[in-house]
């Protein structure tokens, strides 16, 4: 007994050492755009594909990467390229952004702050430059050389040394070559380049009809007596469309390098429409878009002549008595022009379709319920897609290999965790990188001819040597009783399960996101470590209407965002207070944008249940949010005015009784600070005490170190009135 007792002691004692020589945390270490943030993320490799081949990037070398055994070799140095390229083309000052366009050529491109250059590895010589004066929204295609791009509003193309204006009227109204309807439905670009690079598909949006909203420019280094300039805030009005009123118009023009010559496609009125996910046909005589009406429920997939603009054929329609949403482009089999793969929720979630050119449905490629998250890519010599999707869990990200004729499907990886893959020009290689709960980055290379699989690199923990929490993922039902929502749980450091902690919901809830996946620590963000290491327990649920698990799913908030959303939010509340660990009576809730529409919902329509609540750049009011969004969820608010009213949180500012940090940034073009004042507003008529900070200058997030700012404003807020027993 005496040596057990002594060898206890012992063992207590090195525990307690140990533990003690752990390091903490601290918001500079886990917050993006923290001192220290870069050091505490896993270790990458930057890669990128030359035909079959893989190169690794890094700031000073090019390194091919063999796929069969991983081992690297120098292709090129940064030094022996600025010998031949600095002083008559500007210093490249890293290789982290080379690309390898032509698959069958050693070249690569280059850029500086001055030019474009294609580099012969090889013959350590320039084959091509092109000189840069100050391009915005640039696209530069690979066949032609040309690039398009914007400066001062007009659109033009550079041809060597040659530039052409194709605008003359463009303006902050007038908007040409950039992305447009608010970069909703896949949109996040404005030029398309055909296949032989001949011509140049590209968005026109008349945005003069659009309300201004009136934002205020404050320069930074204008407040000295001296120095000449005024000391007036400037105007930055802001075009902005919100629900039910007067929206943009948009139109696509084609230009011909050949001819010299701008067609509009002859789409008809753009008065209430929407023009979306152009692609281009193989032999670039044919250009494809789907059009959508306003109420969004009513979808087109139209060709139209490129050299004349004329519509050809209506090849599919789709309509839904909610909405239809298009995301992505058709995309041509790369070993049959005369078939299409067109992607499709029209099943009840995201899945293939095989279309002839004519527009005549051939078959489903994919089918189940589960979702294609994206299309990789071809491998020809099989004839077979290559996709991403959550067919192993809903929460994981895998990569598989479907045989178009068949439809057989092969995985492509190890069945586990989140898979960020991309593939080779063929198809034949897949460069696997991915994440696990417990693992923070493996790299694999996957030869899918044969399915075998390389380790190519294992990232060290980041965070070996601190204290770090227990992260742990569950599963519950939603209100309805009948679907599955995943949950991320942090335990607080040194967690006793005899104590009682204060919890702290994190919430995101809309459409196109989610917050739990199978990734490193369950995708937990940093700022849940830093507060479950100053004694908090974390509670992150997934709720209906985000996004990957299906039509039925999404649309459950159809008409009144924030109603269902809630109700699950409150199952997990539910569940949490069956844990004895929680403390019930000090629960808190944070979030950011739909996020903190959320908050402030929650904190206004449960008052007894939460107690703190942090609310960034929320919407407090739909019919404020913008067309294409607010629309597709709520309708406009003429026709759907008990929508509307429903989930208004103005009417919900008397309710308010805990603490309430709302933050907003001065400038946010996304949800403008009408939402906020008008919440304050209301609450100072209603006796009600919200907090309020606003980040002068900033648009929906803060950017740089100011972020890591917001996180200890977040942090003390808590910390001031939701304290954790220390």
């Given at each position: 007994m005496k040596i057990k007792s002594l060898l206890t002691i012992l063992f207590m004692a090195a525990t307690t050492t140990s533990q003690a020589q752990l390091k903490h945390f601290s918001l500079e270490d886990l917050n993006f755009g923290g001192k220290n943030y870069y050091n505490m993320v896993a270790q990458n490799r930057y890669m990128t594909w030359w035909g079959d081949q893989l190169v690794r990037l890094d700031a000073d070398a090019c390194r091919t990467v063999d796929v069969k055994n991983g081992k690297e070799k120098i292709l090129f140095n940064l030094s022996d390229v600025n010998k031949t390229v600095a002083d008559s083309l500007g210093k490249i000052h890293s290789l982290y952004y080379a690309g390898f366009p032509y698959s069958d050529k050693?070249?690569?491109?280059?850029?500086?702050?001055?030019?474009?250059?294609?580099?012969?590895?090889?013959?350590?010589?320039?084959?091509?430059?092109?000189?840069?004066?100050?391009?915005?929204?640039?696209?530069?295609?690979?066949?032609?050389?040309?690039?398009?791009?914007?400066?001062?509003?007009?659109?033009?193309?550079?041809?060597?040394?040659r530039t052409i204006q194709l605008t003359h009227d463009g303006s902050?109204?007038?908007?040409?070559?950039?992305?447009?309807?608010?970069?909703?439905?896949?949109?996040?670009?404005?030029?398309?380049?055909?296949?032989?690079?001949?011509?140049?598909?590209?968005?026109?949006?008349?945005?003069?009809?659009?309300?201004?909203?009136?934002?205020?420019?404050?320069?930074?280094?204008?407040?000295?007596?001296?120095?000449?300039?005024?000391?007036?805030?400037?105007?930055?009005?802001?075009?902005?469309?919100?629900?039910?009123?007067?929206?943009?118009?948009?139109?696509?023009?084609?230009?011909?390098?050949?001819?010299?010559?701008?067609?509009?496609?002859?789409?008809?009125?753009?008065?209430?429409?929407?023009?979306?996910?152009?692609?281009?046909?193989?032999?670039?005589?044919?250009?494809?878009?789907?059009?959508?009406?306003?109420?969004?429920?009513?979808?087109?997939?139209?060709?139209?002549?490129?050299?004349?603009?004329?519509?050809?054929?209506?090849?599919?329609?789709?309509?839904?008595?909610?909405?239809?949403?298009?995301?992505?482009?058709?995309?041509?089999?790369?070993?049959?022009?005369?078939?299409?793969?067109?992607?499709?929720?029209?099943?009840?979630?995201?899945?293939?379709?095989?279309?002839?050119?004519?527009?005549?449905?051939?078959?489903?490629?994919?089918?189940?319920?589960?979702?294609?998250?994206?299309?990789?890519?071809?491998?020809?010599?099989?004839?077979?897609?290559?996709?991403?999707?959550?067919?192993?869990?809903?929460?994981?990200?895998?990569?598989?290999?479907?045989?178009?004729?068949?439809?057989?499907?092969?995985?492509?990886?190890?069945?586990?965790?989140?898979?960020?893959?991309?593939?080779?020009?063929?198809?034949?290689?897949?460069?696997?990188?991915?994440?696990?709960?417990?693992v923070p980055r493996n790299i694999d290379i996957t030869n899918t001819e044969n399915g075998k699989q390389i380790r190519y690199f294992t990232a060290a923990n980041p965070w070996k040597g601190y204290e770090v929490p227990e992260y742990s993922c569950g599963s519950l039902k939603a209100a309805d009783g009948a679907t599955d929502l995943y949950y991320r749980m942090v335990k607080p450091t040194h967690f006793d399960p005899n104590k009682k902690y204060p919890t702290i919901i994190y919430v995101y809830g809309g459409p196109h996101a989610h917050n739990v996946d199978a990734r490193w620590n369950y995708a937990s963000r940093g700022w849940e470590t830093f507060m479950a290491q100053n004694g908090y327990l974390l509670f992150i649920l997934d709720n209906r209407g985000s996004e990957n698990r299906g039509k039925a799913f999404e649309q459950a908030t159809f008409r009144q965002l924030g109603q269902e959303e809630m109700k699950d939010q409150m199952q997990g509340i539910a569940y949490l207070k069956t844990l004895p660990y929680v403390d019930a009576d000090k629960i808190g809730i944070h979030g950011w944008s739909f996020g903190g529409f959320m908050t402030t919902s929650l904190m206004t329509n449960y008052p007894d249940v939460f107690k703190v609540g942090v609310a960034g750049g929320p919407v407090i009011d739909w019919k404020w949010y913008e067309v294409m969004y607010g629309e597709r969820y709520m309708d406009t608010p003429q026709s759907n005015p008990e929508g509307y009213a429903k989930t208004s949180l103005i009417k919900q500012a008397k309710n308010l009784k805990g603490k309430l940090q709302i933050i907003i940034g001065e400038n946010d073009p996304v949800v403008v600070p009408q939402h906020a004042k008008a919440f304050i507003h209301q609450c100072i008529l209603d006796g009600t005490q919200p907090d309020y900070f606003m980040y002068p200058g900033e648009p929906h997030n803060m950017r740089g170190h100011q972020s890591t700012h917001l996180h200890e404003r977040i942090s003390q807020y808590f910390f001031d009135y939701l304290p954790a027993n220390k």
């Open positions: 050693p070249v690569v491109l280059l850029r500086n702050s001055k030019s474009r250059v294609l580099y012969d590895f090889r013959k350590k010589t320039t084959v091509w430059a092109q000189p840069l004066s100050g391009q915005g929204h640039a696209d530069w295609h690979a066949t032609s050389k040309v690039t398009a791009y914007v400066k001062d509003h007009q659109l033009y193309v550079q041809q060597g040394n902050n109204d007038i908007v040409y070559g950039q992305s447009v309807h608010r970069d909703e439905f896949g949109i996040s670009k404005g030029t398309y380049w055909s296949n032989d690079g001949n011509k140049l598909a590209f968005y026109r949006m008349d945005q003069s009809m659009v309300a201004a909203y009136p934002l205020v420019d404050i320069p930074e280094n204008n407040w000295k007596p001296t120095d000449g300039q005024s000391r007036m805030a400037t105007p930055a009005p802001l075009r902005y469309p919100m629900a039910g009123e007067t929206s943009h118009k948009v139109t696509v023009g084609v230009y011909d390098l050949q001819s010299g010559r701008t067609v509009y496609l002859k789409a008809g009125d753009p008065t209430d429409r929407y023009f979306t996910n152009i692609s281009w046909s193989p032999d670039s005589k044919i250009i494809y878009m789907f059009e959508l009406n306003r109420d969004q429920n009513d979808c087109r997939l139209v060709s139209y002549n490129a050299t004349t603009g004329d519509k050809i054929a209506e090849l599919y329609r789709e309509t839904d008595s909610k909405y239809v949403e298009p995301q992505n482009p058709i995309v041509f089999l790369p070993w049959d022009h005369s078939k299409f793969i067109m992607q499709s929720q029209k099943d009840g979630y995201n899945h293939l379709y095989l279309f002839s050119s004519d527009g005549t449905q051939l078959k489903q490629i994919t089918q189940g319920n589960w979702v294609v998250m994206d299309i990789l890519g071809f491998n020809t010599k099989r004839r077979a897609v290559i996709i991403s999707s959550n067919e192993c869990k809903p929460i994981q990200k895998n990569t598989w290999m479907i045989d178009i004729e068949t439809g057989k499907r092969a995985l492509m990886d190890n069945g586990a965790g989140w898979h960020n893959a991309s593939i080779s020009n063929s198809g034949q290689y897949v460069l696997d990188n991915y994440s696990e709960p417990t």
